[in-house]
């Protein structure tokens, strides 16, 4: 995994991606890495947050590597986006354990598609937030088109994507697209600060919540249903018994 780098604080998990000198583009080999990364920590019993962050103060993933798709045909393209998808995309919004975007700068095409399969994200202020695709003959192929217009609305997707302009970390935060702006020497603390607030919780009761938000934006699942289920399911945890004798006994809960 040489496009990125692993630490661990506590059972809160930082992926770096470390390619500055392109601005962390996302080449396949990256995209590979980081999904694998991904993935172990998802698996990972001792993994209770995850935080992706970009190396330097320039960019957090300034989109696809232009350079290795340009040539593509149809069908090489299709490849292209449906491995993104399957093998980091959907796979980050459907890790179980909350997955933090630190956007420390330029977060385009690609990048914002990153940071939008995140489960939250927060943002330096000198971060740049854009899907310029269409300047380059091509649209958002990542997840843009669909999670863009979920977190800021139908009008504001088409309108950032169709002018392919970039936004402003304090005009993204005023649209939701971002949850939280600090200054870039902030920006990791606020995320483990974020994560911290995560991890003394139930990690099965939030895997259990992350299925049911994703749920919503599942066409083929009912979300309300989806929650009566997995509302029931958690009450076989030892999470549930723990938690709630915890607050019956006036004492902090021990979480696993
Ligand atoms: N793919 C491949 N390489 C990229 C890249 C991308 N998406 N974004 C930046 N790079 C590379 C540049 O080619 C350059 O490499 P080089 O030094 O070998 O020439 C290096 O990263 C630095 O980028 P540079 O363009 O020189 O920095 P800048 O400060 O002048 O501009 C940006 C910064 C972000 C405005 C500019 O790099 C840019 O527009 N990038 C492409 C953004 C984009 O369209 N993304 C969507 C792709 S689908």
């Known amino acids: 995994m040489s496009n990125i780098k692993i630490e661990n604080q506590d059972s809160i998990r930082i992926i770096t991606i470390t390619r500055p000198d392109k601005l962390n583009a996302l080449n396949r080999e990256t995209i590979k890495d980081l999904g694998q990364a991904v993935s172990e920590a998802g698996s990972e019993s001792s993994v209770k947050c995850i935080i992706i962050t970009g190396e330097g103060e320039k960019a957090f993933v300034a989109g696809a590597d232009i ?9 090489e ?3 292209l986006s449906k491995v993104g998808h399957d ?13 933090i975007a630190a956007i420390n700068g330029f977060a385009l095409g690609g990048g914002l598609e990153l940071a939008m399969s995140c489960h939250i994200r927060v943002a330096s202020s000198n971060a740049r937030m854009g899907l310029p695709e269409v300047s380059l003959g091509v649209i958002p192929g990542y997840g843009g088109t669909q999670r863009l217009a979920q977190l800021v609305g139908k009008g504001r997707a088409l309108e950032m994507i169709a002018s392919a302009t970039m936004i402003k970390a304090d005009d993204a935060h005023r649209m939701g697209l971002v ?9 990791i603390n606020k995320s483990i600060e974020l994560a911290k607030g995560i991890i003394k919780n139930s990690k099965t009761a939030i895997a259990a919540a992350i299925r049911c938000v994703n749920a919503s934006y599942d066409k083929d699942v009912n979300g309300f249903d989806k929650e009566i289920e997995e509302f029931g399911k958690c009450f076989t945890s030892e999470d549930f018994k723990e938690g709630t004798a915890a607050f019956l006994e006036k004492r902090k809960p021990n979480f696993n």
């Open 87 to 99: 093998t980091l995309f959907d796979l980050v919004e459907n890790t179980e354990v909350p997955v």
């Open 179 to 187: 949850n939280h702006v600090v200054e870039q020497e902030e920006l």
């Open 77 to 79: 393209a299709k490849n």
């Open 67 to 75: 350079s290795e798709f340009y040539q593509y045909n149809q069908e």
